[in-house]
Every structure is written in C-alpha cells, then in structure tokens.
C-alpha cells in the first residue's frame, strides 16, 4: 500500500507540470494580452481628445516598455517559465494583474460563495439521490419508477441557466412574484441582523441558486444509484439470502447495501471537492454571486495570467490527491482490493 501511494505522489509531479506546460505555452501565443488590453483602454479614454490621443499615441512604445517591466513581460519566455515553477514550489501563486491582489487573497475573498454553493448543492444531491435512486431500484419498472425517471431526465436536459432565467422572472422580482432577492449571498443589513435571521436570510438568497444547481446535477447520481443496486439484486448470493428467507430489508441493507455503494463511496472525495471548484459561472452571473466560477472566468477573458495559472496549479494539485484519495477508498470498502498485486 505504502509503496503504491509513493508511486502515485510520484506520479502527481509530471502530470502537474504537463498540465502548466502547456497551459503556459498556449498563454504565449494568446492575442490582446494585459498589456495591450491596458493600452486599448488607455486610448479610448483619449479618443476625446484628438491632441491627447496624439500625445498618447507618440508615447506608446515608452508605456509598453513599462507595462512589460512592470509584469515581467520584459524577460524572456524561459526565465518567466522557469521562475513561475519555482514560485508555485514555495506556493506562491503570484499577484493579480487585473485586482492588484494576490492571488492567494482573491480566491479566499471567493470561497465563501464557491462553499455556500458547493457544500448544499452536494449534500441535497446525495439526500436526494441515493434514496431515490434505492427506491427506484426496489420498485423498479412501477409507475412510481417510470415517472420519477421521466421527471429526473426532464430535470436534466434543462439548462441550469434557463431554469435560473425562468426562476427569476417568476419569483424574484420579474413579471409575477417577489419571493426571493435577485443578487448577493447575504442582505445589506446581514450584520445587523439576529443569528436566526442571519441564517434566515443566508438560505433565503441560496434558494434560487441552489435549485438551478441541483437539478441539474442530481440525476446522474440518481440513475447510477438505481442501476447499481438493481445489478447487485440480481446476484446469484441475494438468491441465497432470499432463500434462506431472511426478510426484503435485512437483504438490502446489510447484503446489497455494501457492495452497490461501492462505485458511489469511491465517487465521494471527487463530487466533494468538484462541487466547489466546478461551479456554473452562469449561475453566479444571474444570481451575481462572485464565486471562483465568475473568477476564473474574469481572468481567461481579461488575460490574467497569474490567476489562471495560479488556479490550474492549486486546481489540479486537489484534484490529483483526491483522485488519490478515491482510489485509496476502494480497499476501505472493499478489503479484496489489493494494490501490492498491481504491476505482477
């Protein structure tokens, strides 16, 4: 076991520098970067003008070579290369070029809205799904079966992003109803307010958001729920069991129950953690919710690098242990796993 999580931590170090390779090269031939987006600004501010513009237009080559010096552009391609690897060894993600912060205390500015919408879209999923998916798999081919699948499926083939349209038009302040603010995670006078009201209020904002999200996301889970134990419940030792006349309960839970959720357990680390980096950027657009999703968005369209790079780098390093982490649950599952067979 200890030698197969060595391999695989060793492992981790060429996939993460694969992936800021070529995430760095893809940057360079990139048009319009912050420098020219700063100096397109910059002249449209002066188009008033027609001597100003002249003058800004006679001390462009002089402002470019400053804006270069002042984000490193000046340097060559390797050098850059070769001091971002080295900052993100020390996990120094840089300084955004685009908020003057770094980028570290922007995307801790963030998470409160990435984990309010992460935390409860996973937990009402799994709430939902697993025992719906268990039900489905008891009852299978029932009408309750047929109906709740055509509802799961029609649920999500609907773009999260029109249900949130069609949601705000309905009950946040369009056409019909007022129910439910349009923008933020908490109201103007949140600290004003007593704890129950805080928490009131905090859920009140969440509604909308979090029902456009878990739509969408909890079929799957659902339909995988199903189709797990229904193939676990066709098994030559639930025949036995059944045999033996031990009741429809004791078989599900204590024979069934184990083995179906084994796909579903190994999952876990995985959704968990995706739920909060992979969140809609449209659903934080609507709802103006300023997540990591609007975040990483912002920085690709405005071309800033340290945020984008700095986010695949701490991205892909969670994504890599979890991965990790769900592989490793197999044997705590399932004890028959054993990885010292691998590569016998």
């Known amino acids: 076991m200890l030698t197969y999580i060595l391999k695989r931590i060793l492992l981790m170090v060429p996939t993460l520098l694969g992936a800021l390779t070529i995430t760095f090269i893809v940057i360079q031939f990139v048009p319009g970067g912050p420098v020219e987006q700063i100096m397109a600004e910059a002249r449209a501010s002066q188009k008033g003008d027609g001597s100003a513009y002249k003058a800004g237009r006679d001390s462009d080559a002089k402002q470019i070579a400053e804006l270069k010096k002042l984000y490193g552009f000046d340097k060559p391609v390797h050098v850059r290369y070769v001091e971002m690897i080295g900052n993100f060894l020390r996990f120094d993600l840089g300084r955004s070029f685009l908020h003057n912060k770094d980028v570290w205390q922007l995307i801790k500015e963030k998470l409160p809205v990435s984990i309010s919408l992460g935390l409860w879209t996973f937990l009402l999923t799994y709430m939902i799904s697993l025992p719906l998916g268990i039900v489905k798999a008891v009852r299978e081919g029932s009408r309750f079966d047929v109906i709740s699948s055509l509802i799961v499926l029609i649920g999500y083939a609907i773009p999260g992003f029109v249900l949130g349209i069609f949601l705000i038009v309905l009950f946040s302040g369009g056409t019909f109803l007022e129910w439910f603010p349009l923008r933020g995670l908490t109201s103007d006078n949140w600290s004003d307010l007593s704890w129950p009201a805080r928490i009131t209020d905090y859920f009140w904002h969440l509604t909308l958001p979090l029902v456009c999200m878990v739509i969408g996301s909890f079929a799957v889970l659902t339909m995988l729920t199903k189709n797990t134990f229904v193939e676990e419940m066709r098994k030559q030792y639930v025949l036995v069991a059944r045999a033996k006349g031990l009741s429809q309960g004791r078989v599900l839970y ?91």
């Open 254 to 344: 204590k024979h069934i129950f184990r083995n179906a959720l084994i796909p579903l357990v190994t999952g876990f680390p995985a959704a968990f953690v995706g739920a909060f980096f992979a969140g809609s950027v449209l659903i934080e657009t609507l709802f103006s919710l300023d997540g990591l999703g609007l975040l990483a968005f912002e920085s690709v369209v405005r071309r800033d690098y340290p945020v984008v790079l700095g986010s695949l780098y701490l991205f892909t390093l969670i994504g890599l242990v979890v991965k990790l982490i769900s592989d490793l649950l197999y044997v705590v599952v399932d004890p028959r796993v054993q990885f010292n067979a691998v590569g016998k």
